[in-house]
């Protein structure tokens, strides 16, 4: 891609994690043009961003996952640094404790090397070791279990996303609120968005950060990105007894479980069959927490067997269905538009780091830090998944 010149305009549909990112690391690189970040909801009620688990983790099929997480992992660690004395994500280093059958063993066990080949801290336990470090644990039909000692657990999306936004505004981004209802183009360019307000801003860049609706805001292009909106739910509940130290835990049957606050959150996804695309539908899921969620949290760990459920709720995971990974990059007819979407449910750890592609692609034209090649525009076009194996 050319490089951006300073008069150059630079559209962002969507304002939450994704496009806020990518507005305030264009200015952090210097972009000295207009930026504008059109967001539909400026409550973000009802933005994946909002609705999150918000954990991070190194434990992914895919290096490139990996990189961007190490580098979240750091910013986070440093958020005083980045965005000033009063920033506070509540980032809780924990770790994620992912729990394999003992037919996974060998797999596992080259998961967990080639994480470290890529500079993840990954300790691996056997079911003794397991027992011992984290005894609230059944480990009946475990083979392997793999810790991330560093760089992994979990924070406040909310906060994270808030202080962006802000430190964006004060970098002159301006955030209008309204929905984004097409797109005009000019040969290889999109040259403007059309609001559903009846406005119009032109763009000599456009990026993609619509979320769970990135796939079906570009269809009328005659775009086929493969990103679609599936339901999770989030249950939130005490037990009667604390377990110290507790992961974020992801269970071989599935669920996955992590301290928040004085309790704890968990979920697991429905069947493929109950999975159909959301729409507009953010009722929770709740038979979920009877079958199979409660008895397989009960199973694995006995000391939730009572448990209190506060609240659930419902969010959108914005499901690349060709390989549950991200699209980062540009389109490859219409040139200046540029992906930031598709992160299947792990995009609230990636943001800094696709931010920061982003603006590395417009200011510089093309990746610097990490290489994002690999999740761009040209395996949808081609259909070749680089799956992540490492799904929840
Ligand atoms: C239950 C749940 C648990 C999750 N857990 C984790 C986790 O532990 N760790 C992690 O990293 N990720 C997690 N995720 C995924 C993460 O939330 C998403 O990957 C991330 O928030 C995506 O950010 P985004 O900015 O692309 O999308 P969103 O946060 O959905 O933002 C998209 C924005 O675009 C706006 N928009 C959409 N269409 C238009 C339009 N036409 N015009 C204008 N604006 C528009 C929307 O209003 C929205 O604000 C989870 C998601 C869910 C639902």
Known sequence: M?????????????????????????????????????????????????????????????????????????????????????????????????????????????????????????????????????????????????FGAQHEGWFDAWSLLSL????????????????????????????????????????????????????????????????????????????????????????TSGFWVRPEGNGYIGGIQPSAELDVDADDDFEPHHALMEDPFWPLLATRIPAMQELRLNRAWAGHYEVNTLDHNGVVGPHDELGNLIFATGFSGHGVQHAPAVGRAVAELIIQGGFRSIDMTPLGWHRIRTSTPLVESIVY
């Open 2 to 146: 050319p490089h951006a010149h300073s008069t150059e305009n630079i559209v962002i549909v969507g304002g939450a994690i994704m496009g806020s990112f990518s507005a305030w690391s264009l200015r952090r690189g210097g972009f000295k043009g207009e930026i504008t970040v059109v967001e539909k909801d400026s409550s973000y009620q009802y933005s994946s961003t909002a609705l999150s688990a918000a954990s991070i983790r190194t434990q992914f099929g895919t290096p490139v996952n990996i990189a961007m997480s190490l580098f979240g992992a750091q910013m986070f660690r440093n958020i005083k640094t980045v965005f000033g004395d009063d920033a506070d994500i509540g980032f809780r280093e924990k770790g994620y404790l992912i729990l394999g059958g003992t037919d996974q063993v060998a797999e596992r066990l080259a998961a967990a090397e080639m994480q470290r080949s890529h500079g993840a801290d990954i300790q691996v336990l056997f079911p003794d070791a397991l027992a011992a470090r984290f005894p609230g644990i059944d480990c009946d039909g475990v083979g392997i279990a793999t």
């Open 164 to 251: 962006v936004r802000k430190a964006a505004r004060e970098l002159g981004v301006r955030y209008v609120e309204a929905a984004v209802s097409g797109f005009d183009t000019q040969g290889d360019k999109v040259t403007g968005v059309r609001l559903s307000n009846g406005e119009r801003i032109a763009c000599d860049h456009c990026v993609l950060a619509a979320g769970a609706l990135s796939g079906r805001l570009v269809a009328p292009l005659g775009i086929q990105l493969p990103v679609v909106p599936k339901k999770r739910t989030v249950f939130s509940f005490r037990t009667p007894f604390a377990l110290q130290n507790f992961p974020m835990l992801f269970d």
